[in-house]
């Protein structure tokens, strides 16, 4: 019972983090129709930032704001230098581009900070709470990443659901030929959807840092997990972000735990084709057509 | 206040308007007429700026504003309400409404604008915080007219208002735009092919013919022309 209490706790806190990833590619499905596969290249940058700010001497907490504002930065330039001309252009051409930023960020990556991976600080203690005389497999630093998601997950909603930009996104997203009949400058919206998405992107890597290494290719995994939980939650909703990162934490957990660690990309692929083969859009994803 | 000359607009190699001339005055109802395919919906598309034309000229009040984008023509006063309504059916109709009147920076106006399109199309009411998918086609057109009219235009734009509109709906909108041109000025442009009901509400029409111009006269004349009627309105 303690090891199951164990092992759900630790999904938690992965699957936490799986839907943080999923949630900053659902944001540029959502508004743009573009899977970015750069995604763990923009992370692992901003993570290097963030790193190179707190070896400077710099707090974990002036290292985490200047790694959202890069994400922030970053993602609104990548959008309006790289995926501007290849928006309105068949869907292969923007899966090539981000495909060939992720390249050229890990390369610059590997130039600039080189292969060896750094260990990166936690926030909190990463020593487990105690429950009796045991110690469970959830730390303060846990909590701390878990409540993180949890907070931009409401605060993204708030402003989308809520706020007038919010309203002027998903205009843009949903319709944008009207949107801009309507007066939303919807160029600049797209711009501002990939930023946030960045920004979120720039979030879970210091959020996932301390748990690996910060190296240039150590944030993959991450991101094979996050695109998973997006695609299983439908790639088109934020909630499902949410539900399909914890659901394939949770999953993954209790495989690595009652099988075995060496199998828990397998159990992801089970968890992925099993949800398909019910719903073929994943859990929240809208249908096929848009009636009008 | 819209002055039209020699516009010329294709898509791709296929030429849908050809050297179109047209005035437009203020507070006045042009309607434009033609068969499917006379480049009704493009001329529309190429004033609003959704379309950039190839050649020719859209000034508005004495201004230039050829292949200016929509977002920026909304600002000038112009508002297009599309063919097939275009309400964005994901957000509710609070949220449609609002979103017309946006850009104008106005919370005043923000607050009571949605209060004074219920007022003007009251079937609306009812359904302000529902999504906009559950609406009749009736009910759509309503929301897509008064969301153009919460940006405050001085020219509507209004692609086939009546399309597929039962006719006491189709009365009941018209009713209402003749009463907000008289109340606030209003300038239409309405795009139809139910030509006795455009020709029954407008001052002027112009009649459009593989994307020529090929009748421009008073709404009363062009109705009592047989040989009008017969060539290009099928009355």
Redesign the interface.
């Known amino acids: 019972m303690l090891r199951f209490l164990d092992l759900t706790l630790a999904g938690l806190t992965s699957g936490a983090v799986y839907a943080a990833i999923a949630l900053a590619l659902v944001l540029i499905w959502r508004s743009t129709r573009i899977v970015n596969f750069a995604q763990g290249g923009m992370l692992m940058i901003t993570t290097f930032i963030a790193y190179t700010v707190i070896s400077h001497g710099g707090s974990y907490w002036l290292a985490l704001v200047v790694a959202v504002l890069s994400g922030f930065v970053l993602g609104g330039v990548v959008e309006r230098v790289l995926i501007r001309p290849v928006e309105k252009r068949p869907p292969l051409d923007a899966v090539v581009v981000t495909f060939g930023l992720l390249v050229l960020l890990q390369g610059l990556a590997g130039m600039i900070f080189g292969g060896t991976p750094r260990s990166y600080p936690p926030a909190f203690s990463i020593i487990g709470f105690r429950a009796g005389d045991h110690r469970l497999l959830f730390a303060p630093n846990d909590l701390w990443v878990v409540l993180v998601v949890c907070g931009v997950m409401v605060l993204l909603a708030v402003v989308f659901r809520w706020t007038s930009l919010g309203l002027r996104m998903r205009a843009s997203a949903f319709a944008p030929e009207v949107s801009r009949l309507l007066g939303v400058r919807v160029g600049r919206m797209l711009t501002v959807g990939w930023a946030l998405a960045a920004a979120v992107g720039a979030l879970a890597g210091v959020l996932i840092a301390p748990s690996t290494f910060v190296s240039p290719t150590a944030f993959d995994a991450f991101l094979v997990f996050g695109f998973t939980a997006a695609v299983i939650g439908g790639l088109d909703s934020p909630p499902g972000a949410l539900v399909g990162g914890v659901g394939l934490g949770l999953a993954l957990s209790y495989v690595s735990g009652y099988i075995g660690s060496d199998v828990v990309a397998l159990g992801a692929l089970v968890v992925l084709i099993a949800v398909l083969m019910v719903r073929p859009r994943g859990l929240f994803g809208s249908p096929v057509g848009r009636r009008v | 206040m819209l002055d039209v000359t020699g516009l010329t607009a294709a898509y791709g190699p296929v030429r849908a308007l050809d050297g179109v001339d047209l005035h437009v005055e203020a507070g006045s109802i042009t309607a434009v007429l033609g068969a499917n395919g006379a480049g009704k919906t493009t001329l529309l598309r190429a004033i609003?700026g959704?379309l950039r034309p190839r050649a020719g000229s859209v000034r508005l009040a004495g201004r230039d504003v050829t292949g200016r984008?929509?977002?920026d023509l909304?600002?000038r006063g112009v508002?297009?309400v599309?063919e097939?309504?275009?309400?964005?059916?994901?957000?509710t109709v609070d949220?449609n409404l609002?979103?017309?009147g946006?850009?104008r920076r106005d919370r005043g106006w923000l607050r009571d604008g949605p209060a004074r399109m219920y007022e003007l199309f009251p079937p609306l009411a009812a359904r302000r915080s529902r999504r906009a998918?559950t609406l009749s086609g009736g009910e759509r057109q309503m929301l897509a007219i008064a969301?153009?009219l919460m940006?405050k235009p001085t020219l509507l734009l209004l692609d086939e208002p009546s399309l597929g509109l039962a006719p006491r709906t189709t009365a009941e909108i018209v009713a209402t735009l003749l009463q907000l041109r008289d109340d606030t000025g209003l300038t239409l442009l309405l795009v139809e092919q139910n030509a006795q009901t455009a020709l029954s509400v407008a001052d002027r029409a112009v009649v459009l013919n593989l994307g020529r111009k090929v009748e421009d006269d008073t709404a009363d004349r062009l109705a009592a022309d047989d040989r009008v009627r017969h060539a290009y309105l099928g009355l």
Do not use: F, Q, T
Request: charged share 30%; no cysteine.
């Open positions: 609003s959704m984008a929509p977002e909304v600002r508002s297009h599309p097939g309504r275009g309400v964005i059916v994901e957000l949220e609002r979103l017309g946006l850009w998918e969301r153009s940006s």
